[in-house]
């Protein structure tokens, strides 16, 4: 997708450079302009590439989305003050016999050729955030067909999986009669485990699920994995929330649950995993703290997988509204996710 964006943003930025600015300037009188004063002809079109390329640089429609409007006119102010210090440049007076007429027909020259030079602004500015608009929202396209690719691969991994739910559970429960009785440990890891299934294949189709039943998901995939661990790895998991049945997406927050136990639980060394999720007044903050036991090597070249594919599926489901941010500091990794829910 990234190749595609490339491409995409180069021949844009070329038919910008190669035929909308030599179009604008030749079919305007802003061509006579290279004849009777070329500095003047070099600076006007160096700013008009400049504004451009600042404005598809700082990309707009992100700061609208995000709600950053004083930006946005600081922007748009500092463009307009710089285009009107540059119709101030001090072109040579004309000469005609009557000073009178050459003031006179300086000041309508300066004005036309003001005048020539704030509608190309003008247009160069509406080109720049047509494109802009345009551009994010193909990338914005390009995103939500990678997601939903990346959903109908991981669901069509399951159905390959399951060869019929009905009879998996079916088994299952089989199998939890056979173990009943003889291990209280045993039937506890089972329970959790059906019930995590059954919370997978419940939610693969949907969209949205109350809060209660992630944070139940994620309580009993802790306790499964602290069923295998001994007391090395200590585990802290809290949660205040004002509204369990406000809406999130299914298994969002457990990527980062995983990746935590994943690198950061251990047998044989002491290890700490602290798991905090606070919903207030419809805004949502998760973090995860973890040692990282698993070689430093192996975790930097593992561990941006799932952060990537969990930053994608936020910037479509969330944009301009959720920040992601992941430290590693002094053999401790961090990820702090914060979503404004409604």
Not at 75 to 104: G, H, K, N, R
Not at 167 to 191: D, H, P, Q, R, W
Not at 301 to 317: A, F, H, Q, W, Y
Request: net charge neutral; hydrophobic share 45%; charged share 20%.
């Amino acid at each position: 997708m990234k190749s595609i964006e490339n491409k995409t943003s180069l021949i844009l930025d070329l038919f910008f450079c190669l035929v909308f600015i030599p179009i604008l300037v030749s079919l305007g009188p802003a061509h006579y302009w290279f004849q009777q004063w070329p500095l003047f002809s070099s600076i006007a079109c160096v700013y008009l590439y400049g504004c451009y390329f600042l404005l598809m640089k700082i990309n707009m429609p992100k700061l609208l989305i995000s709600k950053k409007y004083y930006n946005i006119a600081g922007v748009i102010a500092i463009l307009v003050i710089i285009t009107y210090l540059i119709s101030l440049y001090p072109l040579p007076d004309m000469d005609f016999v009557t000073p009178a007429l050459s003031e006179y027909q300086t000041q309508l020259r300066n004005f036309e050729v003001s005048l020539t030079l704030w509608l190309m602004f003008s247009l160069v500015m509406g080109y720049a955030l047509t494109i802009s608009f345009v551009k994010e929202l193909y990338d914005q396209l390009l995103l939500k067909k990678k997601i939903e690719a990346q959903r109908d691969k991981a669901t069509l991994a399951l159905f390959k999986a399951q060869i019929s739910p009905h009879f998996m559970f079916n088994t299952l429960n089989s199998l939890y009669s056979l173990v009943i009785g003889t291990s209280e440990k045993a039937e506890n890891a089972f329970i959790k485990f059906t019930e995590l299934l059954k919370y997978s294949y419940v939610t693969i189709e949907k969209e949205l699920v109350t809060l209660s039943d992630e944070i139940d998901y994620i309580q009993n995939y802790i306790d499964l994995q602290i069923i295998r661990l001994n007391k090395c790895t200590v585990v802290e998991w809290e949660y205040d929330v004002d509204n369990n049945q406000i809406k999130v997406p299914p298994m969002l927050m457990l990527t980062f649950v995983e990746n935590a136990f994943k690198y950061g639980a251990s047998t044989n060394r002491n290890c700490l995993i602290s798991i905090h999720l606070t919903v207030k007044n419809g805004n949502l903050h998760f973090e995860t703290a973890n040692n990282i036991i698993k070689h430093a090597d192996e975790f930097r070249k593992d561990m941006p997988v799932g952060i990537e594919n969990c930053k994608s599926r936020l910037m479509t489901l969330f944009p301009g509204k959720h920040s992601l941010t992941t430290l590693e500091d002094n053999g401790v990794f961090k990820v702090s996710l914060n979503i404004q829910l409604s």
